[in-house]
């Protein structure tokens, strides 16, 4: 009986954890730089155009779910690379 030792029978236990961190940092940060980009950009004027805010708020929730989206990808990435090397 001879033992696979190539890198696709046991991938590395850390495969995922830089997306983790990654995508936890991308999902916090969009949001915050959302909300700081529309204070910068001020009100329209009128009450018809759309405000700044809500898009820039809105465009970072976006970046921001794209963040978790990469965290959790990581997470499933990291956690089947431990379970493959434990069984």
């Keep these: 009986m001879s033992e696979d030792h190539s890198p696709a029978a046991h991938p590395d236990p ?3 954890v830089r997306s983790i961190i990654l995508g936890s940092l991308l999902a916090v940060l969009a ?3 959302g909300f700081l980009g529309g204070s910068m950009a001020g009100t329209s004027g009128p009450l018809d155009d759309v405000d700044p ?7 970072g ?5 794209i963040g978790v ?3 959790v990808r990581g997470g ?3 956690v089947r690379a431990n379970y493959s090397r434990a069984g």
């Design 61 to 65: 929730m976006v970046i921001g779910g």
């Design 76 to 78: 499933l990435l990291w």
């Design 69 to 71: 989206a990469i965290a």
């Design 14 to 16: 850390s495969r995922g």
């Design 31 to 33: 949001p915050l730089g």
């Design 53 to 59: 805010l809500v898009v820039w708020l809105v465009v």
